[in-house]
């Protein structure tokens, strides 16, 4: 029998999740959610939340992976089991939103901590440009090269942030703001509005909960591997978040943290001095780039398959080894967007524009049992876990809205502009023997072997 190529187990596709979630918002997010919120308190309520969601989500997409085993994400979910158009927007939103601007945004965090460690001549922005092309090398050549760092990467990063969240709980004494929790003296009492834009902020770093499905097509035993992957990683990162954020946000004096990018070096210097702001900035560098990599790893598959089913051009098809063609496209994009955006305003649209895509997933999950039963479409939780995501990160993404009128714009923009796209690729070349065939002939698709 001849040897295939390698797969991917629970280990690299936790890992995969974990690289993806652990990356610029868990070290920016506090500090801008603090600054609207005023309350330490509140800011973790907002990460317990998001965590609780991530879990909901995560249990949600293993049940459509089980149904669905192929790579694509949202793209393939939305095709198999909706409309090619649905897909393509959700494939759509995953170039922009999905991977372009979270790549991006982790980019700009790196500079946020490495800034101060640059020569003077050096635009800031050269420190994000050289890590999302570092990552387009790795993995535009061979998938197991990029798999061995990863999981060596990541084993690193979560015992390096073991590490630092013990020497918090050691140095943070009982009797800090940890007990008494103060407002900020300006802050007042938080709105429901606050909390949205803050739970939105949240959300994007959870995002990659979901990253394993992407990579379904190299992955061994699809079907209980990415459902295992998808939930012990997210339960282990929301762990991480809670108690990370904890040591962040009572390690010094909140007029310091609030509305900061670096909270995670201005705590290290609040526990340990220097060398400490130091070490950290360097584990946060490696987060960054390990979260880089990951979608750098990920996204390009989406569109791979995409091209596959005529979609997306036939350049963008992936080979055996890897789809290089997708992955300089990404690390392309990416590049742009960073030297032509800010963190804030991407964090912002990332997690509104997600929050839809997600929420019109599991949507069509719902829809999916409803259609086929419990038997084909097994669902953990049912109806409840599905039903919470949807109506939650509808719910929140509604109020931040209103708050971040520009950012929903940006994001309903990226939607719109999607539809003439779709039928003006559809008209070149067609859709092929591809998905949405087999939908309209009701074949399933079948698990890779």
Known sequence: MTQGPARLGVVSA????????????VFTTSGFALGDLGDPRLVLLAWAVGGALALCGALSYGALARRFP???????????SGHPLAGFLAGWVSLWAGFTAPIAAAGLGLQAYLGDSLSPSLRPEWVGTAAIVAAGLLHGSRVHTGAVFQNSAVALKVLLIAGFIL????????????????????????????????LVWVWYAYAGWNAAVYVAGEVENPRT?????????????????????????????????????DIAAIAARALGGEPLR??????????????????????????????SDGLFP?????????????????VGLSVGVLWMSGLAQLLSYIGLTLGLSGAATVAALISLRLREGAERVPIPGYPWVPVVFVVAVLGFSALAAQREPLQAVAA?????????????LRSRGGLGSSASERVAAGIAPTSPK
């Open 412 to 424: 309903l923009l990226t939607l719109a502009v999607g539809v003439p796209v779709y039928y003006w």
């Open 70 to 80: 192929e790579s694509g994400g949202e793209y393939t979910f939305l095709t198999l």
């Open 225 to 261: 591997t990415l459902p295992r992957a998808l939930f012990l990683a997210t339960a282990v990162v929301t762990a991480i978040y809670l108690l990370l954020n904890a040591v962040f946000l009572y390690s010094a004096p909140l007029e310091q943290l609030a509305g900061r990018p």
């Open 167 to 198: 020497l918090g709980a050691w140095r943070i004494p009982a009797d800090s703001q940890l007990a008494a929790a103060p407002l900020l003296a300006s802050g007042g009492e938080a709105s429901l509005g606050a909390f949205a834009v803050s």
């Open 278 to 307: 130091r070490a950290v900035s360097a584990l946060v560098a490696l987060a960054l780039f390990t979260s880089i990599s990951s979608m750098v790893m990920a996204g390009p598959r989406v569109y791979a398959r995409m091209a």
């Open 314 to 330: 036939a350049l963008f098809r992936g080979s055996a080894r890897a789809p290089a063609a997708a992955v300089t496209l990404q």
């Open 14 to 25: 936790s890992s995969l999740v974990i690289a993806s979630m652990i990356g610029v918002g």
